[in-house]
């Protein structure tokens, strides 16, 4: 019985450094996680980042090599491949930054991150759109970001309310 509440102690500790290390852990992956997962070696990563693929045709070899993936993982690791590969570089630091990075760097500055964008239902045209705008216009990022924040956002938005910390609600 004790050694059972140990395990249970360390593991709600590790979910609340965890948490405390990245208050926006609760966000589906952009993508290079994800990337990190199906391409797990070396290898495999490098293969993938020569490939030129539709996001359609990411998704089949995605699915092919890790089938219990789920959809929007998968679709949200698709796209993003779609629009990156093939790339040169082959480190972790070095790949564009992904939907969610770029949510989190460019939405938080002048949006409720909850209202302004994790409650939105948009399509990736709807997405792009939003760029139109003449206070979206002043932000500095590249037509390739734009697409994969598109893709991230078309596929990843609405999140469920109950997967929103209360404290980041509204």
């Not at 990245?22 to 020569?50: I, K, Q, S, Y």
């Not at 990411?58 to 219990?68: G, L, V």
């Not at 939907?99 to 939405?107: E, F, M, N, P």
Request: proline share 8%; charged share 20%.
């Amino acid at each position: 019985m004790i050694r059972v509440a140990a395990v249970l102690l360390a593991f709600l500790c590790a979910v609340v450094v965890r948490a405390q290390q990245d208050p926006f852990a609760f966000m589906p992956d952009g993508g290079r996680g994800t990337l990190d997962t199906v391409f797990a070696d070396a290898e495999a990563r490098t293969w993938a980042l020569g490939q030129y693929m539709t996001a359609e045709a990411w998704q089949s070899e995605i699915a092919t090599r890790t089938p219990d993936l789920a959809e929007k993982p998968r679709a949200t690791l698709a796209a993003y491949l779609s629009v990156i590969a093939p790339y040169e570089e082959d480190l972790p630091g070095d790949l564009p930054p992904d939907g969610r990075d770029i949510a989190l760097a460019q939405c938080l500055s002048c949006h409720s991150l909850f209202t302004g964008y994790l409650m939105q239902r948009r399509d990736r045209a709807g997405w792009l759109s939003t760029f139109a705008s003449p206070f979206h216009r002043v932000i500095e990022i590249t037509p390739q970001e734009r697409e994969i924040f598109a893709d991230y956002s078309a596929i990843n938005m609405p999140m469920r309310l109950e997967d929103v910390p209360p404290e980041l609600r509204f």
